[in-house]
């Protein structure tokens, strides 16, 4: 912000997976350029203290939990949120989780609860919150994908099918309500350091026998910045996305990865 008015002021957002990592971080950045947020996730404890902790810095807060995989469970939360925001300008789809197998292993049920998670909850939340948006005339509609929507790599099958139906899902859904004033976009970040992240070093230590300083080297590669990601980088492309200045951005997938897809 650059003095004045705080660029989201008086805008409402809710954002799913926003009790730890990227979606906690977006709910302070939105806070912090001034919007009303609702942070779902299903651990209430951890909803309950990112909505906690932005009420002491005097911004509105609420956290409601729920499975985004869940129809009935969706469709309550969308309720919530009106009971509790009033009409909602923004919706970040940005629960998710992350699942290596080779593919000789890779379960039905791990396939099935991959998309379920990153590809059919963004459907349903999009569904429930975009209809309002359109009828108003304004919007925001914002997926954390991943790089892995937008390209392959080994052991990640289900992972890359899943953020890949989310990147052509905000095509789609983009091109459907490009007419209404309300914008649909992805952001696609490479390795971020969150939860995320260390679990997927903790299971490459546990699956290759490398020491973890050795893990790290390898998800390092991915970037020619030799670095992770910040949660608060991610967060702030997000916050551009859901603001007036990118009126004109949608159906676009941003890629923050340091370079690593340009090579
Ligand atoms: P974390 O594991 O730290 O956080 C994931 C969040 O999603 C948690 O709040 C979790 O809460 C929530 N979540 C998971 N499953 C569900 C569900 N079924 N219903 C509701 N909420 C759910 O991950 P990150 O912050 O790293 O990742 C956030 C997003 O960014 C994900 O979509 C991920 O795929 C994407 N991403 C991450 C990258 C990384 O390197 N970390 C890189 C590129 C993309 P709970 O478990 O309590 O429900």
Redesign the pocket.
Same mark, same amino acid.
């Given at each position: 912000m650059s003095g004045g008015r705080p660029r989201l002021a008086g805008t409402t957002a809710v954002i $799913? @997976? /926003? @009790?730890? @990592? !990227? @979606?906690?971080a977006v709910a302070e950045a939105l806070v912090e350029r001034g919007a009303a947020v609702l942070v =779902?996730?299903?651990?209430a404890d951890? !909803?309950e203290a990112t909505a906690a902790a932005l009420r002491e810095r005097g911004a509105e807060a609420h956290a409601v939990p &729920? #499975?985004? $995989?869940d129809e009935a469970a969706v469709a309550r939360l969308a309720a919530a949120a009106e009971e509790r925001l009033g009409a909602v300008d923004i919706l970040v789809n940005?629960? /998710?989780? %992350?699942f290596a197998q080779p593919l000789h292993r890779l379960s039905l049920q791990e396939w099935t609860d991959t998309l379920? +998670?990153?590809a059919t /909850?963004p459907f349903l939340c999009t569904r429930a919150f975009l209809p309002g948006m359109v009828q108003r005339g304004r919007g925001r509609v914002v997926a +954390? %994908?991943? +790089? =892995?929507g937008l390209t392959g790599a080994p052991y990640v099958a289900a992972?890359a099918a899943a953020?890949h139906a989310a990147v052509g899902f905000v095509r789609a859904v983009a091109a459907e309500v490009a007419a209404s004033g309300v914008t649909v976009n992805a952001v &696609?970040? /490479?390795?971020? #350091? *969150? #939860?995320? *992240?260390s679990?997927?070093i903790e299971r490459i230590v546990a699956r290759t026998g490398r020491t973890e300083e050795e893990a790290r080297a390898a998800i390092l590669e991915h970037s020619p910045q030799g670095r992770?990601?910040g949660?608060d980088e991610?967060a702030a492309a997000v916050a551009f996305l859901c603001s007036e200045d990118a009126r004109g951005i949608t159906g676009e997938a941003l890629v923050l990865d340091g370079g690593g897809l340009r090579r």
């Open positions: $799913t @997976g /926003g @009790g730890r @990592g !990227i @979606g906690r =779902a996730a299903r651990s951890e !909803i &729920c #499975d985004v $995989t940005n629960a /998710g989780a %992350a379920a +998670v990153n /909850g +954390v %994908a991943s +790089v =892995a992972y953020k &696609c970040p /490479g390795y971020v #350091d *969150t #939860d995320m *992240t679990a997927s992770l990601l949660a991610v």
